[in-house]
């Protein structure tokens, strides 16, 4: 029967389709994302009841800026196919304005103590931060990656991707030339701490995490629903579409680049407590948020807040059981098993690139 | 007119090819040999040769990289850690077992070569930028556990280890014995991109589909290839090890690697001599702007970075394709004026 090859698949739409909403939560359990993020979630669990609840808010905390990165890597990397490499060196940016900023702040918060900039002036600082980054990635873009693009489309992704290792040894050397290689960190943005569930932390954290929650809330809305953030997603899909709707590629490429750097330089800004400025500080968080793009499967935008969790659970986990200095092995372990076994990552996203590299 | 340049080559340039060298490669090769002897100030000083012997170490390092990633395209992200492991291998061999140096030091290409053949084997499926990550993450891995296993390894103390001659030998001695060990790579890389093994990985990284068609099993020649690049970087790197006397974690970092893939990519990639022939230089100019910018920490890199950028984008073909554009206007000169007459009329 020539005629009726298709009607298996056809069959299978209108069942897809028809299924109820209980079918549909049983189906995605089953997928392998559903799995990984069940076997996290019980993980996270089993050992919170084992180790306490430092666990599962350490968890929390850096997992949601390790988010952040990854989200900024796998936007680059499915709107412009470009795997960056100096993504890293944009938290670095992030954290030397913060610091810089901070300064005269301090200065000025030791003369007026009841002034309002004690409880706005973090947020001020960590917003100028990611703007400083999103700006000199519109730089950057134009600078680089355009001529590149109007020169050489031959082997694009590879050689954007040591263009981007030229990029990184550049930025960090002229921090170093600039600012010098000194620790330019600060104890706190907020003094003090809150307790939840026995665990005392610093507001410091607390608020970087809530920063994260907001950011990331924010970007979702506006990849769905405003006209950027609609054109950004078109580019990723088909860019040859989207440039016969009447889509700037060019300009919605300098934008995913300015907003992807502008996440990176948020994280930064906002972890300065943690990470002082100096020019490799980049270095783990890039490591971190490759680990998790490739965990999730690369230009799986999505598919990055939850990795960013796992790859910190999994920090965490390292940390706690086996001590300092493994976190770099296990994690890299793992990740070479994923990448040997399933390259286009756990969570199944359609990877355009993987086979016409 | 059309059989002008098939060449019938004869006399000294016949020589020279069977030892794969064209005649400008045997000049820069004997300038190389006889510069560290010449009695003029910055050649005979002894941080000269030190930084002599660094290059060439640089420079072996980045023709194994460019054997993986100008002709399969698969870019060896973690091409130090293999460095590393080759020179830890040895390193522990010697120190625990007290087997003699040169020995060991062809224990650790081994060691580094089945390293080699097992990346090749679990990078198999994966093309362009997923074996770059690949192999990144297992030099993150080996640099991890060569800092954690300090029992083995003492960490990031660093391991002093015997050199390979006794101590107080010249560093003239170790600068003539790692020139053999360049010339002996280069013969066996040159050999082998000249025969069909070579014309297999070069139809492989232009076009894997159209090689498949064409009855190359890409498998093989991809392990085959990682073996070979891998084994010489373990080579070198155990020779890095018994020359400085002490080895620290800081060898396997993706720092290294970046320093040698610059220099291939500077050099022309699909080249082999670019990066060798770059690396004196370069090493040289970096050293000494690195000591007289005292007050400018870093601007050395910070050039390097620059130069790579603008190489990628404005020259993809780097230094090779400048000397071919040269070397393209001046032989039509040189043959017309007999002063050069390696390339006869052959009658037919």
């Known amino acids: 029967m020539p005629g009726r090859t298709n009607t298996p698949q056809i069959d299978g739409c209108i069942q897809i389709i028809k299924e109820t909403m209980m079918q549909k939560i049983i189906r995605w359990f089953l997928s392998p994302g559903g799995i990984t993020i069940t076997i996290f979630i019980i993980c996270l669990i089993l050992v919170t009841i084992h180790k306490g609840p430092y666990i599962f808010i350490n968890t929390l905390i850096t997992g949601g800026m390790w988010a952040l990165m990854a989200v900024g890597v796998s936007l680059i990397f499915g709107v412009m196919n470009i795997a960056n490499f100096a993504h890293g060196e944009f938290f670095m940016i992030g954290s030397l304005v913060a610091y810089f900023l901070m300064q005269p702040m301090m200065k000025y918060l030791q003369y007026h103590p009841n002034s309002f900039l004690i409880y706005i002036g973090p947020f001020l600082i960590v917003i100028s931060g990611a703007v400083t980054g999103a700006l000199l990635g519109v730089l950057v873009e134009r600078v680089v990656f355009k001529q590149l693009r109007l020169r050489n489309r031959y082997n694009w992704l590879l050689n954007c991707f040591l263009v981007t290792i030229g990029l990184s040894i550049f930025l960090q050397n002229s921090h170093q030339l600039l600012f010098s290689a000194n620790y330019k960190g600060i104890t706190s943005y907020w003094s003090g701490t809150v307790k939840i569930l026995d665990v005392i932390i610093s507001i410091d954290r607390t608020v970087a995490f809530l920063m994260a929650l907001v950011t990331m809330t924010a970007l979702f809305l506006f990849m769905k629903y405003s006209k950027p953030g609609k054109a950004i997603r078109a580019v990723s899909q088909d860019e040859a579409g989207a440039k016969m709707v009447g889509v700037s590629v060019d300009n919605i490429q300098m934008l995913t680049f300015a907003l992807s750097c502008g996440l990176a330089a948020l994280a930064g800004a906002s972890l300065l407590f943690m990470f002082p400025s100096y020019p490799t500080v980049g270095v783990v968080p890039l490591f971190n948020s490759y680990f998790i793009v490739i965990l999730v499967g690369f230009g799986n935008v999505a598919g990055a807040i939850p990795g960013g969790f796992i790859i910190a659970f999994f920090n965490v986990l390292t940390r706690t059981y086996l001590g300092e200095g493994w976190e770099l092995v296990l994690p890299v372990l793992l990740i070479c098993l994923v990448l040997i076994v399933k390259p286009s990552g756990l969570f199944g996203a359609k990877v355009k690139t993987m086979l016409e590299i | ?348």
Not at chain 2, 92 to 100: D, F, S
Not at chain 2, 197 to 223: C, D
Not at chain 2, 312 to 341: C, S, W
């Open chain 2, 1 to 348: 007119m059309i059989n002008r340049h098939i060449e019938k080559k004869q006399g000294i340039s016949k020589l020279l090819d069977s030892l794969c060298l064209s005649p400008a490669g045997a000049i820069g090769l004997v300038f190389l040999l006889v510069a560290p002897i010449l009695p003029f100030p910055p050649l005979n000083k002894p941080y000269f040769h030190r930084l002599l012997i660094l290059a060439g170490i640089m420079g072996i390092g980045s023709m194994a990289f460019d054997f993986s990633s100008g002709y399969i395209n698969i870019v060896n992200f973690g091409f130090a850690a293999f460095m590393g492991i080759g020179s830890y291998t040895s390193a522990i061999l010697e120190r625990r077992y007290g087997i003699p140096v040169p020995v060991t030091m062809v224990c650790g290409t081994v060691v580094a070569a089945l390293l080699g053949v097992i990346t090749g084997i679990l990078s198999l499926r994966l093309r362009g930028i997923f074996a770059v990550f690949l192999t990144w993450f297992i030099g993150l891995a080996l640099f991890g556990l060569i800092i954690n296993l300090d029992w083995l390894t003492q960490g990031r103390q660093g391991l002093p280890v015997n050199t390979l001659f006794k101590p107080g030998t010249p560093d003239l001695v170790y600068y003539y014995v790692l020139m053999v060990i360049a010339l002996l790579t280069w013969y066996l890389l040159k050999r082998i991109v000249r025969s069909p093994l070579g014309l297999a990985f070069q139809a492989i990284g232009q076009n894997l589909e159209a090689a498949k068609t064409s009855g190359i099993n890409p498998a093989l020649y991809r392990i085959i290839n990682f073996t070979i690049s891998c084994a010489i970087a373990g080579l070198v790197g155990a020779y890095y090890a018994h020359y400085v006397g002490i080895i620290v974690p800081d060898v396997l970092s993706t720092q290294k690697t970046v320093e040698i893939l610059v220099l291939v990519y500077i050099g022309g990639r699909g080249s082999l001599w670019g990066g060798f022939a770059l690396a004196f230089p370069f090493i040289y100019l970096t050293e000494m702007l690195r000591s007289t910018l005292d007050s400018l920490p870093g601007v050395n890199l910070l050039i390097y970075g620059v130069i790579l950028i603008a190489v990628m984008i404005y020259y993809p073909g780097g230094l090779a394709q400048f000397y071919k554009y040269i070397a393209d206007k001046v032989k039509p000169f040189l043959l017309e004026n007999r002063l050069f007459t390696r390339d006869r009329h052959v009658p037919r």
